[in-house]
């Protein structure tokens, strides 16, 4: 249960971790684009080379991302193999019925590839920005929609609240898992509906105990005169530097070369 | 507006707090479906002036709480007022400033830190405040370093321990430049090293900054710092005065569900042999001197005979040392008779079933996330035995391989090298049904009451009972068993848990464990966060269940006075290895041995010795404070005899 490390921030000191909030929002969402427009293998060797660069610089090491993609590597192996077996085309090899075309191989490396690559972009987001920062980036690039009553500061601090507590509540469903098995729970075996009863011995403490501590986050929140986001200033205020503009030009570049390959099909 | 308060104050002095004929009540939905009101606090009047250090006392649903959260404005009085530098707080414009004022440190270190790195956590309160950037940063590094955590400022909190996490709450509190900060209960989850931690935190803010600390909790060896303590019972201020005045009090504290520290009741037992003993002691020195005072001719009388050759009950002590000293190097566990030899029962591998140990464990070891970068060894090749009827104590600092320890003993995690024996069979062989060692070996979590689940009590107990394929009703009668061998009054029974207070929820959970009819209990700090009443209830009950049914039970705990007390044997852990492991009396005496592991001896061992060191005869195995009485009472005839002889 530890070892998820999905969307934890790694703290270390890099030119990515200083970046502005904005800028690795922008990168990122730029970088999903850029992997949809991605159909050749020049297209995802510049990704790819993109994506290096971006990981190199973070000092995120290598083995804590790849251990990040580890809860979603069923989901992947489903994907592609779904895609190995059920695309269409020339034959390659043949087991008995099942057929591998060279276009199932094809899709489905690329789909792999795509897929990690998605992932690994989308949390190095996280990886190098605090939950706060994170929510800084995002009630600032969206604050414009509270001018149409969106409740940017709300949302943008439920989310930061729900980062810092994963991995608390993590631990906690840990430890009832094992209290009630010391009880004689059973949280494996049986059919699925079985199972999901058995889930409850398990399920009601951790909404009690998420409920109990959500009200007393609230308290410790007033006490220390919290009362939304109005008049509420910023110990860190984001303020572009040298740094954020580079980068932006570095990632527009980036699209610009993604966008080239795909129109000229290279 | 400013019309009353000032009428109100004409002292010299203005209080930062004060409170006038404080009632409220809390407004309950009854099962009717009409309202109720509990009356949580009473009239209380209250008055601190600034600079002051406050302890409030009272045991578990004495309002004490409930007072804490009027001083930050979070209640507000039902009947009467509360002014918070002369400002009173249902004034809604000066909410803010009022909470500014008095800060709050609350109990759970987990559920008040709201960022996820310590200084954007501590910035969190002068953001809101909306102070300018540059000043923000400013409070936030003077408030770090105020509490020594400036290097752990760009940390995750989840890293940090309980202690340097309330340190943090504490910081969060310093920023916003408060002129009182009031800690609730914020020690009651924290190791003995933790509290320290915060109180040593507290203790200095209040000398060096002036700042006024009202300090709630129901650890009366914290209160000896504070300048006043103010006991509640039942919504009631029910005494005041300083910690020496209130703690000559013992019996009107004991009513009230406290104790006192172990000193001060050795202190008291001993001026009733002593009439000229002062009223109240705070500390093992003061203690010594006191009784040297009173008793001097003993004392003389001590120095000369350790200088002859020391007689009577002072060799037993010694020799008990030396032999306690001698079995200790080895680390595999020696039985109840001192005598046996450790080694010569590990070469007889095979052992008898007769005197076969119920658990056993064989050179374990424990690696977290093996295999990785981040393995971290927990368990370090353990051997440990584990004998039916067996009182065991097992100690160990925060993060000495105990919670893992204890959960290789039921099988929820797997060593990672080495064995676990229940009844001579290895239970990670295959074939071995675990589910039947949980059954015989029952384990109470930290917290139990966190697993409680059902609609009632009775079922919740009879989870357990269910789980291993008894009838409803089968089930249910053990659940009442259970309930009664916990002592929890039998109209609760129906009751649903989560309406029950804290010490009968921990029953129930204890209680859920207890209905499998374990022939092992292992509990993890079972009285946590109790009050003092509480504690001893829960403890005499184990003893009750070890003494009558022939339970073997292992006590995880951090209070040496508590395992001093109930155990017959001690297994002390350091750095994921046995570092100690006999007799009790053996074990508890090593005061250097115990420090070098983060721990201490009990109160009343640290008494003796310093009754030794001044010269009288007493040895220093007693387990609790009533023993040492007796051995001073014994030491006092020995030198009253002696001193007849001419």
Known sequence: ?266 | MDFFPRICYDYSVMSIIRTQNLTYDYIQETDEGGEQKLRALEAVSLDVKPGEFVAILGHNGSGKSTLAKHINALLLPSEGTVWIDGEDTRLEEKLLQIRQTAGMVFQNPDNQIIASVVEEDVGFGPENMGIPTEEILRRVDAALTAVGMQEKRKNSPNRLSGGQKQRVAIAGVLAMKPRCIVLDEATAMLDPRGRKEVLDTVSRLNKEEGITILLITHYMEEVERADRVIVMDGGHVVMTGTPREIFAREEELTKLRLTVPQVTELGHLLRKQLPSMPDCVLTAQELAEAMMAAAPEAFAAGRAGKAENAAGPAEAGGAAQARAEEKTETPAPAPENAGADAEAAETAAPPDAADRPLLALEHVSYVYDDGTPMARTAVNDVSLEIRKGEFIGLLGHTGSGKSTLIQQLNGLLAPTSGHVYCDGQDVHAEGYSLRSLRRRVGLVFQYPEHQLFESDVLADVAFGPKNLGLSKEEAQEKARLALRQTGLREELWTKSPFDLSGGQKRRVAIAGVLAMDPEILILDEPTAGLDPAGRDEILGRLRAMQEERGITVVLVSHSMEDVAEHCSRLVVLGGGTVRMDGPAEEIFVQTERLEEAHLASPQVTYCLRALREKGLDVPLHARTAAQAAEFCAQALAASAQKGGRP
């Open chain 1, 1 to 266: 249960m530890k070892s998820i490390t999905i969307g934890q921030y790694y703290a270390v000191d890099s030119p990515i971790h200083r970046l502005d909030p904005r800028v690795k929002l922008f990168a990122t969402l730029v970088f999903i684009v850029a992997l949809f427009l991605a159909q050749t293998p020049a297209a995802f060797g510049l990704a790819i080379v993109f994506l290096a660069f971006y990981v190199h610089i973070s000092k995120v090491p290598l083995r804590y991302i790849l251990r990040g993609l580890k809860p979603v590597l069923f989901l992947l192996i489903i994907s592609v193999l779904f895609n190995l077996l059920l695309t269409k085309g020339e034959v390659v090899f043949s087991i008995w019925k099942i057929q591998i075309t060279r276009e199932g191989i094809i899709f489905s490396a690329f789909m792999a590839v795509r897929l990690i690559m998605l992932i690994i972009g989308a949390s190095m987001m996280t990886y190098t920005t605090t939950p706060n920062q994170l929510t800084d980036g995002l009630e600032k690039s969206f604050g414009f929609l509270s001018k149409i009553h969106v409740p940017v500061h709300e949302i943008a601090m439920m989310m930061s609240i729900a980062l810092r507590f994963i991995p608390i509540l993590t631990e906690e469903t840990d430890k009832i898992m094992k209290a009630q098995m010391a009880r004689g729970a059973d949280f494996e075996s049986g059919r699925l509906i079985r199972r999901v009863m058995n889930m409850i011995p398990l399920l009601v403490p951790l909404f009690i105990s998420a409920i109990r501590r959500a009200g007393d986050l609230s308290l410790a929140m007033e006490a220390r005169c919290y009362h939304g986001g109005e008049g509420r200033t910023k110990m860190r205020p984001l303020r572009y530097k040298a740094a954020d503009y580079i980068a932006y030009a570095v990632i527009l570049l980036f699209l610009a070369g993604m966008i080239l390959l795909k129109v000229f099909h290279i």
